[in-house]
């Protein structure tokens, strides 16, 4: 398997979903503007998300994934729908107690995470929509169950494509049923379960085609013999410490949304619109890689392949810094072209453009750590460790809650997003020095690498800050289309510049082909 192939693969069908992202985002930002009302969607939808990552793409890929790619390395077909059927019924038994218990204390779950709207109309409009949104926790953790089983076996197309049906889904209920409705911002949260649905709908061929279908227990001694599976117990003990993991990362979450709740209104959401640019590189880069990583190392540390293993790790985190890096810049100089293309339309206006502007170039200033959080990471839970990223988890929450302290009160809701990004920084930083030390990463020539990078990125910085300062981009507002086709020239040009850059400076592109054994 040709893995750059594989990730470009990942990569362009995640771009897909993150183009139907941005359209559903500018949508929302046109439709609804940076109000009260976005915060409560915002807020209402960071706890079904939470759970999401907890229950599902978090925890249980980084416990599931290495087990069943063991087995799968062993070609015992049959062990492997055992294995996919017990994890398949506990996780359904879970997450059916989790959604019930949720819809029932949606009120003091807003309470927690958004004290700052509490006795405002905000609170009951996200107690209204969590309530809604909240069985889609349940749908979307399937989904990620069906997702590392095709991305186990190389099937990484349909798990990319997924998302977009949430996208697509949430931008018809915007158009189609909010005009209907006494409070229109409540058709979003129906657009997300209706996404739930489609997005467990299109898994199912996928799976019976493969022969993994999974199949849940519903009678007492199919669920007693799902906890009894030794595998499943196997996945069961390491999700402890993965769902540990994932929750240091979304209590951080919480905390600054709290935080965010107590700033100037719209905080929430101008923060949430530089989320979603942010993290278009961040799925295309981090996620991508990652998705096709882990798997191949599984397989390579279940064969005890441990030089072929650091191999992997060395080509990712290369092609990271390579496209990163690049990225990172774009956010922190280009951000107000970004934002005011892609979302200042209707409610959304000139000063929703400054504030997320300041927001996205916080994030630039942490992206690389960001993404090389996600192809750092699975090189432990590939050698089933999942204690030792924990372990640095607690360290970064406490070191980002202490960089908020020095950072909101400078910079409000920028500070926030800054905190995040230094201490992603802080986290790759360590995960990269436990990877050292246990010998997983191999001696690389980094000096020479990143000076390389270095001189091909100065060009592209200096054009980049030019394009930003050419123009009155707020008032092009007017003549949205010169606007659109301005940012779209002006980023081509960066990018012939950097990529003929690197070839001056002497890095190919035939060092990145590389194969998964």
């Known amino acids: 398997m040709n893995l750059l192939s594989a990730a470009a693969k990942v990569s362009s069908l995640t771009m897909l979903s993150r183009i139907t992202g941005l359209l559903r985002e500018t949508l929302i930002a046109r439709s609804f503007g940076a109000s009260e009302w976005t915060d409560a ?28 790619g063991e087995i799968s390395s062993q070609g015992d077909v049959k062990q492997s729908q055992i294995l996919v059927n017990a994890v398949a019924t506990l996780l359904f038994w879970a997450l059916l107690l989790t959604v019930c218990l949720g819809v029932i204390g949606a009120p003091v779950l807003i309470l ?51 998302p ?3 996208n697509l889904a949430l931008i018809g209920s915007a158009i ?64 402890g410490p993965a769902v540990f993991a994932v929750s240091v990362a979304q209590i951080s979450l919480i905390i600054n949304t709290n935080i965010a709740s107590r700033l100037q209104a719209g905080s929430v959401s101008w923060l949430s619109y530089a989320d979603r640019l942010m993290e278009f590189p961040t799925a295309l880069l981090g996620v991508a890689l990652g998705t096709v990583l882990l798997p191949s190392l599984s397989k390579a540390n279940a064969k005890n392949d441990l030089v072929h293993a650091g191999e992997l790790l060395i080509w990712g985190l290369q092609l990271t810094f390579l496209l990163a890096a690049p990225c990172a810049i774009a956010l922190f100089i280009f951000g107000e072209p970004l934002a005011a293309v892609l979302y200042h339309y209707g409610k959304f206006n000139a000063l929703d453009v400054l504030m997320t502007q300041r927001a996205l170039a916080a994030y630039g200033v942490g992206l690389i750590g960001l993404i090389l959080v996600k192809i750092l990471a699975p090189g432990f839970y590939s050698r089933q460790d999942i204690r030792t990223p924990v372990k640095i988890g607690l360290l970064v929450l406490v070191a980002t809650q202490l960089a908020n302290l020095v950072f909101v009160p400078w910079l ?106």
């Open 412 to 517: 409000g809701h920028a500070g926030l997003a800054l905190s995040v990004g230094t201490g992603a920084c802080l986290n790759a930083t360590l995960l990269w020095v436990g990877l050292h030390r246990r010998g997983a990463l191999p001696s690389a020539a980094w000096l020479k690498y990143l000076g390389q990078l270095l001189l091909a990125l100065i060009p592209f910085a200096f054009l980049l800050y030019y394009a930003a300062t050419a123009h009155d981009w707020i008032a092009l507002q007017s003549t949205p289309w010169t606007r659109v086709g301005l940012v779209a020239a002006w980023l081509a040009a960066a990018a012939v510049v950097y990529f003929a850059a690197l070839g001056l400076v002497g890095i190919r592109w035939q060092k990145f082909l590389r194969h998964a054994k």
């Open 41 to 68: 969607f915002n807020v209402a939808f960071r706890l079904p998300n939470l759970l999401r990552r907890l229950f599902a793409e978090g925890a249980f890929s980084q416990a599931f994934v290495p087990i069943l």
């Open 164 to 166: 977009v049906l949430l």
């Open 176 to 239: 189609f049923l909010a005009p209907h409705l006494d409070q229109p911002i409540y058709a979003l949260s129906i657009g997300v379960l209706l996404g739930g649905f489609l997005q467990l709908a299109i898994q199912v061929p996928a799976l019976s085609r493969l022969g993994l279908l999974p199949k849940v227990g519903l009678l007492p001694g199919a669920i007693k013999a799902a906890i009894q599976n030794p595998d499943a117990r196997r996945v069961m003990k390491l999700m």
């Open 112 to 162: 927690v995470i958004a004290t700052g709207f509490e006795g405002g109309p905000a609170y009951e409009a996200s107690v209204v929509m969590t309530r809604i949104m909240f069985p889609y926790i349940g749908l979307i953790s399937m989904v990620s169950l069906s997702a590392g089983i095709l991305n186990t076996f190389g099937r990484f197309a349909i798990p990319a494509f997924t």
